[in-house]
């Protein structure tokens, strides 16, 4: 069953449309509409005709009166005639109203030709026998709108690229920081502060799975008659040196600490006494080879009744005490005291 359709105008005003009031009424409309609006007579499925254009189309592209009557592809060839062309014929086809965006020249209130964007509704009309005779067009100026529009979105990307620029800036910051937090400013070892929580962590790991782990702490010789005969600046630079020496000897698995003033402490994990007397007596070496100072080193591994850092390291500081007495430019080193 068909619904009754329900109805759209009251009954004064139906019988006005009927009259020649309706008809001024309509036309009233046609004038003063402040959209543009057009009537495209169908020739053929690709052959249209401008049939009626209102004050506000007529005035937005300037389109003279002697045109109204002429073909569409006679009128706009190239490109935006192709396309006008292409959505008249989709909406006859569709026969169904169809909307879509376009763009093109329009001329604005001071007659300058400016680049627009509307919004564009075509209605097919049908005669009685229900073929579409015409098309009724109405298009939305949305020139403005799109401006804007363009313009947040340009907004909206210089806001994403500062906050990208910003964040990059950030974390660029927070890694410096983490540096400076964590490694000594002039040799770049970390400072003593972040190698004791390494070394802890490390301490810890070794107790629990019973790995290998020597500690080795080792001194410049003589470094204060370094500084007295060659100067504050020359004592900073032979610092740096040892510590670069000891970055290019050693593995990168090898924690390195600047313990304070001319001592360094490694952790030299997994590795048994034997092959960490290796690493140091090649550093010791290669420090003597390659810098104007030498080194003396005491070495120490981790035993099964360390209970903390501090014994471990107390013992390789013993061992490095002992290598100064007996001399310096040596290595001593705690053997592992046998349990009972
Ligand atoms: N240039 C420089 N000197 C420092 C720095 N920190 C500490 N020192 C100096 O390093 C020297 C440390 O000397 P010591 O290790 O006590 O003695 P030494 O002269 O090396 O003698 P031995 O260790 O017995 O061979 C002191 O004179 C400190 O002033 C630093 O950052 N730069």
Not at 153 to 167: F, P
Not at 189 to 206: C, G, I, P, S
């Amino acid at each position: 069953m068909r619904m009754e359709q329900a109805p759209t105008l009251t009954p004064d005003f139906l019988a006005l449309l009927d009259t020649h009031a309706g008809l001024h009424f309509v036309r009233t409309l046609w004038e003063h509409f402040p959209e543009r609006m057009f009537i495209i007579r169908v020739e053929g499925p690709e052959d249209f005709i401008i049939e009626a254009i209102n004050p506000a189309q007529q005035t937005s592209i300037g389109i003279a009166t002697q045109n109204l009557g002429q073909r569409i592809g006679d009128l706009l060839p190239g490109p935006i005639g192709h396309d006008v062309l292409r959505n008249y014929a989709r909406c006859v086809e569709a026969g169904t109203p169809i909307r879509y965006e376009e763009s093109g020249i329009f001329i604005d209130s001071d007659g300058t030709r400016q680049h627009g964007h509307w919004l564009t509704l075509l209605v097919p009309i049908k005669n009685q026998g229900g073929i579409i005779t015409h098309l009724f067009g109405v298009a939305q100026n949305l020139t403005e709108l799109r401006l804007a529009r363009e313009a947040l979105e340009r907004q909206n990307l210089e806001l994403e690229r500062r906050v990208t620029e910003r964040t990059a800036e950030l974390l660029a910051v927070n890694e410096r920081l983490a540096i400076l937090a964590t490694r000594d400013f002039l040799t770049d070892a970390y400072n003593r502060r972040h190698m004791v929580t390494l070394a802890e962590a490390e301490l810890r790991r070794a107790n629990r799975y019973d790995l290998p782990l020597c500690a080795l702490m080792l001194d410049i010789d003589d470094f204060k008659g370094i500084n007295d005969r060659c100067g504050h600046a020359a004592g900073d630079h032979v610092l740096r040196q040892v510590a670069k020496v000891i970055r290019e000897t050693l593995r990168d698995s090898d924690l390195v600490g600047r313990y304070g003033g001319d001592e360094f402490m490694i952790l030299i994990p997994e590795t048994p006494l034997a092959g960490a007397r290796e690493s140091a007596e090649r550093l010791r070496t290669a420090v003597q080879a390659t810098t104007s100072c030498s080194i003396s080193l005491g070495l120490a591994q981790r035993q099964a009744t360390d209970e903390s850092l501090d014994e471990l390291l107390s013992r390789a500081d013993a061992m490095l005490m002992l290598a100064k007495r007996n001399g310096r430019n040596r290595l001593e080193m705690a053997e592992l005291i046998a349990p009972g």
